[in-house]
């Protein structure tokens, strides 16, 4: 008798890892950002983050996964507020269903983070604590460890696509412009906010953001009400005003901690926005001392 068996191609499968992490950040972390040839999913363990995909802009929770795709521009950033623990993980896959994929992200059901709980326990007995890239297995790991990785993972992509159109849609990661837009203003303002003592141009702004001039500029001058050098140069006068205030450092050091070309350019800075050079708003802070003492 000739026997017969059915077969049937993958619709997923991921044919080799390159990366496995999993990171415990800090509220003001921020990543400068990169694009490769392959998949990138990052998974919101705890806390929340700031991602930028090409040019969209997202807020991502606890619970949820964005997928980048190949040669998709990304970066991420912390909110400055919570403690994040993000899972990210890249991989090859030519599957025609990773179209699926391209621009997506999701909120994980009770399934969904039960897979991705034993990818990542999977993943640090191989590779260990300090897994990353390039991978390289601890010795730790179970019989066929590698295999279940991957079996977790094709599991895990497999159910979110099952899924698709099953779940409530994820009000807070619809693609729409309001999203989109505050996620970007968020993302800027942090990485102002992360070089105020730094030097940064909007050549830099729009490298990191992986946007053209004009468009990063309408849309921060559109939702803010205002420019991106100028808020940046405004955190700068504040910084300065706490610095005279601290009374540690005269105006020269000021000036050039916080990076001006000249002290003629942070005086003239300074009394642009606060209607005061530096000497007369260290004399108003005596003066108000006085009177308020009297």
């Known amino acids: 008798m000739f026997w ?26 921020s990543f400068h950002g990169e694009r ?4 990138e999913m990052v998974y919101v363990d705890s806390g929340e983050v700031v991602v ?29 507020k919570e403690l994040p623990n993000i899972l990210v993980t890249t991989f090859q896959c030519n599957s025609k269903a990773m179209d699926f ?8 059901d009770k399934q969904q ?3 991705l709980q034993n990818y990542l326990n999977e993943g640090l007995e191989l590779f260990g604590s300090e897994c990353g890239y390039p991978l390289a297995p601890s010795g730790a790991g179970k019989p066929g460890a590698y295999q279940q990785m991957v079996g977790w993972l094709e599991f895990l992509l497999l159910d979110l696509i099952r899924k698709d159109g099953q779940m409530p849609k994820p ?32 050549e830099d702004v729009c490298r990191k953001f992986n946007m053209s001039k004009s468009h990063i500029c309408h849309l921060y001058k559109e939702a803010t009400g205002e420019s991106i050098m100028k808020h940046y140069i405004d955190l700068k006068i504040t910084c300065a005003k706490s610095l005279i205030r601290e009374g540690e450092l005269n105006f020269t050091q000021i000036s050039e901690k916080l990076q001006f ?8 800075s300074f009394k642009c926005r606060t209607k005061k050079t530096p000497s007369a708003y260290e004399k108003s802070l005596k003066k108000d001392y006085t009177t308020e003492e009297l």
């Open 101 to 108: 994929f391209k621009n997506r992200q999701f909120v994980s």
């Open 171 to 202: 009000v807070r990661l619809q693609y729409s412009k309001d999203t989109s837009d505050n996620a970007l203003v968020e993302g800027i303002n942090l990485y102002l906010n992360n070089n105020v003592y730094g030097q940064i141009s909007l």
């Open 261 to 268: 070309s000249s002290i003629h350019h942070f005086t003239r």
């Open 4 to 29: 017969t068996y059915y077969h049937e191609e993958k619709i997923i499968d991921i044919t080799g890892l390159y990366s496995f992490y999993y990171f415990e950040l800090q509220k003001d972390f």
């Open 36 to 39: 490769h040839d392959f998949w």
């Open 52 to 80: 930028m995909a090409d040019k969209r802009g997202l807020i991502l929770k606890q619970g949820d996964i964005i997928f980048h795709k190949p040669m998709e521009f990304h970066t991420i950033a912390g909110n400055r």
């Open 113 to 115: 983070r039960k897979l």
